[in-house]
Protein backbone atom coordinates (compact mmCIF):
# COMPACT_ATOMS: atom_id res chain seq x y z
CA UNK A 1 0.00 0.00 0.00
CA UNK A 2 1.48 3.33 -1.12
CA UNK A 3 1.67 5.95 1.81
CA UNK A 4 -0.82 8.81 2.46
CA UNK A 5 0.98 11.55 1.50
CA UNK A 6 -0.06 15.70 2.91
CA UNK A 7 0.06 16.63 -0.79
CA UNK A 8 -2.09 14.15 -2.66
CA UNK A 9 -4.38 14.32 0.24
CA UNK A 10 -4.78 18.52 -0.32
CA UNK A 11 -5.25 17.82 -3.98
CA UNK A 12 -8.01 15.56 -2.95
CA UNK A 13 -9.80 17.21 -1.03
CA UNK A 14 -9.64 20.34 -3.14
CA UNK A 15 -10.82 18.16 -5.78
CA UNK A 16 -13.63 17.16 -3.73
CA UNK A 17 -14.96 20.87 -3.02
CA UNK A 18 -14.82 21.64 -6.81
CA UNK A 19 -16.56 18.54 -7.49
CA UNK A 20 -19.22 19.84 -4.95
CA UNK A 21 -19.47 23.47 -6.17
CA UNK A 22 -20.38 22.31 -9.72
CA UNK A 23 -22.60 19.38 -7.61
CA UNK A 24 -24.73 22.23 -6.59
CA UNK A 25 -25.68 23.61 -10.36
CA UNK A 26 -25.61 20.36 -12.52
CA UNK A 27 -29.20 19.71 -11.74
CA UNK A 28 -30.46 22.94 -12.85
CA UNK A 29 -27.74 22.96 -16.08
CA UNK A 30 -28.98 19.72 -16.69
CA UNK A 31 -32.60 20.68 -17.21
CA UNK A 32 -33.77 19.11 -14.00
CA UNK A 33 -32.68 15.69 -15.73
CA UNK A 34 -33.94 12.54 -13.06
CA UNK A 35 -30.47 11.42 -13.24
CA UNK A 36 -28.99 14.33 -12.02
CA UNK A 37 -31.47 14.81 -8.93
CA UNK A 38 -30.19 11.14 -7.48
CA UNK A 39 -26.72 13.55 -7.14
CA UNK A 40 -27.18 17.07 -7.00
CA UNK A 41 -29.23 18.80 -4.56
CA UNK A 42 -33.22 19.69 -6.13
CA UNK A 43 -34.23 22.10 -3.39
CA UNK A 44 -32.16 24.07 -0.94
CA UNK A 45 -33.02 21.55 1.94
CA UNK A 46 -30.28 20.54 4.01
CA UNK A 47 -30.60 16.73 3.28
CA UNK A 48 -29.90 17.49 -0.55
CA UNK A 49 -27.15 19.85 -0.11
CA UNK A 50 -25.49 17.10 2.06
CA UNK A 51 -24.76 15.64 -1.33
CA UNK A 52 -22.47 18.07 -2.17
CA UNK A 53 -20.79 16.55 0.57
CA UNK A 54 -21.37 12.51 0.40
CA UNK A 55 -20.95 12.64 -3.54
CA UNK A 56 -18.18 14.28 -4.70
CA UNK A 57 -15.95 12.67 -1.36
CA UNK A 58 -17.38 9.09 -2.75
CA UNK A 59 -16.23 10.13 -6.57
CA UNK A 60 -13.41 11.49 -5.77
CA UNK A 61 -12.42 8.28 -3.40
CA UNK A 62 -13.27 5.94 -6.26
CA UNK A 63 -10.62 7.95 -8.06
CA UNK A 64 -8.06 7.97 -5.32
CA UNK A 65 -8.69 3.88 -5.04
CA UNK A 66 -8.27 3.21 -8.50
CA UNK A 67 -5.29 5.72 -8.68
CA UNK A 68 -3.20 4.32 -5.60
CA UNK A 69 -4.72 0.84 -5.18
CA UNK A 70 -4.91 1.31 -0.75
CA UNK A 71 -6.70 -1.61 0.92
CA UNK A 72 -10.11 -1.55 -0.35
CA UNK A 73 -11.93 -2.33 2.89
CA UNK A 74 -9.98 0.14 5.07
CA UNK A 75 -10.18 2.96 3.01
CA UNK A 76 -13.60 2.73 1.61
CA UNK A 77 -14.24 2.53 5.36
CA UNK A 78 -12.39 5.44 6.69
CA UNK A 79 -13.46 7.36 3.78
CA UNK A 80 -17.90 6.60 4.71
CA UNK A 81 -16.56 7.58 8.15
CA UNK A 82 -15.17 10.91 7.27
CA UNK A 83 -18.09 11.75 4.92
CA UNK A 84 -19.94 11.20 8.17
CA UNK A 85 -17.94 13.79 10.06
CA UNK A 86 -18.65 15.89 7.00
CA UNK A 87 -22.16 15.48 7.35
CA UNK A 88 -22.10 15.89 11.17
CA UNK A 89 -19.99 18.94 11.38
CA UNK A 90 -22.47 20.55 8.69
CA UNK A 91 -25.58 19.68 10.50
CA UNK A 92 -24.26 20.50 13.36
CA UNK A 93 -22.79 24.15 12.73
CA UNK A 94 -25.60 25.08 10.11
CA UNK A 95 -28.71 24.57 12.98
CA UNK A 96 -26.28 25.99 15.29
CA UNK A 97 -25.39 29.13 13.55
CA UNK A 98 -28.86 29.46 12.37
CA UNK A 99 -30.87 28.50 15.51
CA UNK A 100 -28.69 31.21 17.09
CA UNK A 101 -29.10 34.43 13.76
CA UNK A 102 -32.02 33.06 13.02
CA UNK A 103 -31.75 32.84 9.15
CA UNK A 104 -29.00 31.33 7.22
CA UNK A 105 -26.29 33.32 5.06
CA UNK A 106 -24.58 31.95 1.73
CA UNK A 107 -21.30 32.96 2.70
CA UNK A 108 -21.67 31.69 6.09
CA UNK A 109 -22.77 28.18 4.31
CA UNK A 110 -19.94 28.18 1.85
CA UNK A 111 -17.74 28.44 4.36
CA UNK A 112 -19.35 25.32 6.50
CA UNK A 113 -19.12 23.67 3.12
CA UNK A 114 -15.84 24.09 2.76
CA UNK A 115 -14.90 23.52 6.11
CA UNK A 116 -17.05 20.26 6.03
CA UNK A 117 -14.81 18.77 3.39
CA UNK A 118 -11.24 19.65 4.79
CA UNK A 119 -12.58 17.99 7.97
CA UNK A 120 -13.30 14.97 6.18
CA UNK A 121 -10.18 14.52 4.93
CA UNK A 122 -8.63 15.15 7.80
CA UNK A 123 -10.75 12.80 9.46
CA UNK A 124 -9.74 10.41 7.32
CA UNK A 125 -6.57 10.67 8.11
CA UNK A 126 -6.92 10.56 11.39
CA UNK A 127 -8.74 7.07 10.74
CA UNK A 128 -5.86 5.53 9.57
CA UNK A 129 -4.18 6.66 12.64
CA UNK A 130 -6.04 4.75 14.48
CA UNK A 131 -6.03 1.77 12.52
CA UNK A 132 -9.88 0.60 13.12
CA UNK A 133 -9.78 -3.13 12.40
CA UNK A 134 -12.51 -5.70 11.94
CA UNK A 135 -14.25 -4.18 9.53
CA UNK A 136 -15.94 -6.64 6.52
CA UNK A 137 -16.28 -6.02 2.96
CA UNK A 138 -19.59 -6.17 3.32
CA UNK A 139 -20.26 -3.81 5.98
CA UNK A 140 -17.29 -1.43 4.72
CA UNK A 141 -19.43 -1.37 0.68
CA UNK A 142 -22.63 -1.76 2.54
CA UNK A 143 -22.35 1.35 4.28
CA UNK A 144 -21.86 3.22 1.25
CA UNK A 145 -24.66 1.78 -0.76
CA UNK A 146 -27.13 2.27 1.56
CA UNK A 147 -26.74 6.08 2.46
CA UNK A 148 -26.70 6.61 -1.69
CA UNK A 149 -30.28 4.56 -1.59
CA UNK A 150 -31.05 6.86 1.04
CA UNK A 151 -30.59 9.92 -1.22
CA UNK A 152 -32.13 8.41 -3.95
CA UNK A 153 -35.24 7.48 -2.39
CA UNK A 154 -35.44 10.33 -0.21
CA UNK A 155 -35.10 12.92 -3.19
CA UNK A 156 -38.16 11.43 -4.71
CA UNK A 157 -39.94 11.15 -1.38
CA UNK A 158 -39.09 13.24 1.21
CA UNK A 159 -40.29 12.73 4.39
CA UNK A 160 -41.71 15.57 6.13
CA UNK A 161 -39.64 16.81 8.39
CA UNK A 162 -37.56 19.97 9.03
CA UNK A 163 -34.66 17.90 7.52
CA UNK A 164 -35.89 18.01 4.29
CA UNK A 165 -37.64 20.94 3.85
CA UNK A 166 -35.93 24.25 1.84
CA UNK A 167 -33.60 26.69 4.19
CA UNK A 168 -34.79 30.26 3.77
Given amino acids: MI ?42 SIWEHLKL ?11 EYLLRRPDAVRFFYYRFLAALCA ?45 IRNVSQTTAFSLWIVLSLCYFVFTCYPPNIPLFFPAG
Fill in 3 to 44: PIRKTSTTIYAFTAIFLGFLNHFLYGLSGGQAFAALFCPVNE
Fill in 53 to 63: LFFPILFVSVI
Fill in 87 to 131: MGSTLVLFYTYTGIIGRNFLLIDILIFLFSILFAFYMDAYFYLLS
